[in-house]
């Protein structure tokens, strides 16, 4: 068991931020809210639980990065990675256009991944949690590989993000800072 009488909720422009040690389930309990993973207990959307909802319901409602950025075509440029995820999700190509601008990749539009560093494939996979458009982000150490200019270009999506009322969660190991507006909650896992 990883975890027990964990309860947690969201409010217009909260911010999470899921902390502890490695091994604590953070990533775990991202996986456990995207409902990728089997648990015990309740989870629910707006007061209803996401088991009375379809899987493609669940997922328009988030949109999820991983701790690492291996599920990136790294033959393709930044912007056919961007256009596979926008037909995938069924969204304007204008919008990829708009995520690769906001993360400061517009001038790597081009580039085929193999050639993008640690930092810029990281904002290239944010790139696409910022273009699927989302309400909640679920988001597993997204300043990987990020200098500090990427990380301010993090910060201000983010900011973005909750203003608009949106969510997230996020797992990291570094310190998150408030979101400009709504609130921002630490939790601990694996804490005696």
Do not use: C
């Not at 604590?24 to 993973?37: D, F, N, Q």
């Not at 493609?56 to 690492?68: D, E, I, Q, T």
């Not at 995820?85 to 256009?97: Q, T, V």
């Not at 273009?131 to 201000?156: I, T, V, Y």
């Amino acid at each position: 068991m990883l975890f027990q009488n964990l309860s947690l909720s969201l409010g217009e422009g909260d911010v999470i931020h899921l902390a502890g040690p490695n091994g604590a389930g953070k990533t775990s309990l991202l996986r456990v809210i995207a409902g990728a993973l089997p648990f015990e207990g309740a989870l629910a959307w707006q007061g209803t639980p996401i088991s009375e909802n379809t899987r493609a319901s669940h997922a328009a409602r988030f949109a999820y990065l991983p701790a690492n950025d291996t599920h990136l075509k790294v033959l393709e440029t930044s912007y056919e990675n961007l256009m596979f995820w926008a037909r995938l999700w069924g969204i304007g190509g204008d919008i990829a256009e708009n995520s690769l601008s906001a993360l400061g990749l517009l001038d790597l539009r081009d580039r085929p991944v193999r050639f993008l560093s640690a930092g810029q494939k990281r904002r290239l996979s944010l790139a696409a949690v910022i273009m699927k458009g989302s309400w909640l982000w679920l988001l597993d150490e997204p300043l990987n590989g990020l200098d500090a200019e990427s990380s301010l270009l993090f910060r201000a999506a983010l900011d973005r993000h909750t203003a608009k009322g949106g969510l997230a969660v996020i797992a990291s190991h570094l310190n998150v800072e408030p979101p400009a507006t709504g609130t921002l909650r630490r939790v601990t896992l694996g804490a005696a």
